[in-house]
């Protein structure tokens, strides 16, 4: 199963973690699994290309991507990463919709990841 931890901070988003694999499929055929990676990898991107975010702070591993905005920064970047972050997270909510014995979505609410 894979869990998805989605780090709040003063209601903002401020990083994903998203951990293990689905076990839909065998590797190489595992479309839930896959979906998931794709969501993870797409936030990085945006939050790079489209936010602007050259310091974003992340992690991918096999079966793991972790994600966290800069601790400074700016409101324009933290207003278009909201975007960003809550649309991946729209994704990942209709994955577990579709197929919830595979995924598992979690808030954790954190402190003295940005200065907000």
Known sequence: MTKVIIKLESDAIVGINISGHADYDEHGYDIVCSGISVLGQTAIVSLYEVAHI?????EIQ???IDIKLPIDINEEKLGTSQI????IIRGLEGIKEAYPEYIEVYEEEVQGYVKI
């Open 62 to 64: 096999d079966g793991y």
């Open 84 to 87: 960003i972050f809550k649309t």
């Open 54 to 58: 050259e310091d974003l702070v992340y």
